[in-house]
């Protein structure tokens, strides 16, 4: 049982990276997914999630307008794409699953099940 962020890595500010999010071992159609990140420095964060019965969203301030969630249950993936990236955006993203049919949260005690990160770095 794994749940893997990838699709991290270099970019240049104003680029755009999609990280997938994939569980094996089990489905993720049950689970509300959240994102989160983690700069160096700094406490890990939520920036969104999506829910499990009707594919809501929702997002931090600080990353609207510029990150959309989305899921493909039949690929037991869950996306996060980033675009118009930023330096400050640089940090380790985590997804994990948590409750959540048509609300979710982004605290982190919420979520039970974390994978491991990826690493995003944004070059200005």
């Known amino acids: 049982v794994q749940l893997q962020a990838s699709g991290g890595g270099l970019v240049q500010a104003g680029g755009s990276l999609r990280l997938s999010c994939t569980a094996s071992?089990?489905?993720?159609?049950?689970?509300?997914i959240g994102w989160f990140r983690q700069a160096p420095g700094k406490e890990r964060r939520g920036i969104g999630c999506?829910?499990?019965?009707?594919?809501?969203?929702y997002y931090a301030d600080s990353v609207k307008g510029r990150f959309t969630i989305s899921r493909d249950n039949a690929k037991n993936t869950v996306y996060l794409q980033i675009n118009s990236l930023k330096p400050e955006d640089t940090a380790v993203y985590y997804c994990?699953?948590?409750?959540?049919?048509?609300?979710?949260?982004?605290?982190?005690?919420?979520?039970?099940?974390w994978g491991q990160g990826t690493q995003v770095t944004v070059s200005s």
């Open positions: 999506i829910t499990s019965g009707d594919h809501s969203t």
């Open positions: 071992g089990f489905t993720l159609s049950n689970d509300a």
């Open positions: 994990a699953t948590g409750m959540g049919g048509t609300w979710c949260p982004l605290t982190l005690n919420e979520y039970d099940f």
